[in-house]
């Protein structure tokens, strides 16, 4: 198997058929607002994340708890019938 040098085409060139996206360069000064803009929203977004990752793990807690609680109860009753 030879390796994949710059005359072939790769995988994804040969199945896609839209040309690629351009790439702008806007600049040493033209980035850095955009770059704020993206930071502010990013962090944002990890808010939000971690909001929803910290209710989500209250709920394992407490349906785990649950689960266990029902677990020892079958465990008490069939131990109590003996």
Do not use: R
């Amino acid at each position: 198997m030879s390796g994949n040098s710059s005359h072939e085409t790769s995988w994804a060139d040969q199945w896609d058929y839209n040309p690629d996206p351009a790439v702008y360069d806007h600049g040493k000064d033209g980035g850095s607002h955009s770059t704020a803009k993206y930071k502010q929203k990013v962090g944002e977004g990890l808010g939000k994340t971690k909001q929803v990752a910290s209710t989500g793990i209250k709920k394992v807690k407490e349906g785990t708890s649950v689960g266990f609680n029902w677990i020892k109860d079958k465990c008490q009753k069939t131990s109590q019938k003996h």
